[in-house]
Nanobody, 115 residues
Framework: QVQLVESGGGLVQAGGSLRLSCAAS????????MGWYRQAPGKERELVARITNSGLTNYASSAKGRFTISRDNAKNTGYLQMSSLKPEDTAVYYC?????????WGQGTQVTVSS
């Protein structure tokens, strides 16, 4: 069973930056695509960004130009660098790994952006 543990969330002022990390257990991380989703109160969970095992990326329109997804397969860790944060970025951010056995989720980390 894969476990994903997010960290790096917190409270930041608008215009600030945060870097989220997602540490994966086991040895399947490097072989599979991973991504970041977020869920704001009262809203559905939405894709923020994803990256394949070979490093190809794509972003939601709301994240383009401000967020950067990356991964370090040697460390079994994925990252989401967020800059120019806005109050509407406030949400719980979830790491996900898409494996042949199914999609795995972390427990989430809260990001709050104050205006």
């Amino acid at each position: 069973q894969v476990q994903l543990v997010e960290s790096g969330g917190g409270l930041v002022q608008a215009g600030g930056s945060l870097r989220l990390s997602c540490a994966a257990s086991g040895n399947i991380f490097r072989f599979n695509s991973m991504g970041w989703y977020r869920q704001a109160p009262g809203k559905e969970r939405e894709l923020v960004a994803r990256i394949t095992n070979s490093g190809l990326t794509n972003y939601a329109s709301s994240a383009k130009g401000r967020f950067t997804i990356s991964r370090d397969n040697a460390k079994n860790t994925g990252y989401l660098q967020m800059s120019s944060l806005k109050p509407e970025d406030t949400a719980v951010y979830y790491c996900t790994l898409l494996a042949p056995t199914g999609r795995h989720w972390g427990q989430g980390t809260q990001v709050t952006v104050s205006s």
